[in-house]
């Protein structure tokens, strides 16, 4: 289920939307990053390009920290 989620990122307040599992592996990420979840979705929305919007930020970096801990299949 996508739900509506809201953070202060820079003294502004901001919404997205995530599906549950992202949300969820999101909080797993700062939590082993030891960091603040408004912490970290604020890095991530200065690092995303101009022409992406928040909510897809945050979903690939949650596939980029999965595919980077994920030892790759041998390819034989």
Same mark, same amino acid.
């Given at each position: 289920?996508?739900?509506?989620?809201?953070?202060? !990122?820079?003294?502004?307040?901001?919404?997205?939307?995530?599906? +549950? /599992?992202?949300?969820?592996?999101?909080?797993?990420?700062?939590?082993?990053?030891?960091?603040? !979840?408004?912490?970290?979705? /604020?890095?991530? +929305? +200065?690092? &995303?390009?101009? +022409?992406?919007? !928040?909510?897809?930020?945050?979903?690939?970096?949650?596939?980029?920290? !999965?595919?980077?801990?994920?030892? /790759?299949?041998?390819? &034989?």
């Amino acid at each position: 289920m996508i739900r509506k989620h809201s953070a202060t !990122l820079h003294g502004h307040r901001t919404s997205f939307s995530l599906e +549950d /599992a992202f949300w969820q592996e999101l909080k797993t990420i700062g939590a082993k990053r030891a960091m603040p !979840l408004a912490q970290l979705i /604020a890095e991530i +929305d +200065d690092q &995303r390009t101009p +022409d992406s919007n !928040l909510s897809s930020a945050l979903r690939v970096y949650v596939l980029e920290w !999965l595919k980077s801990i994920t030892p /790759a299949p041998d390819a &034989r």
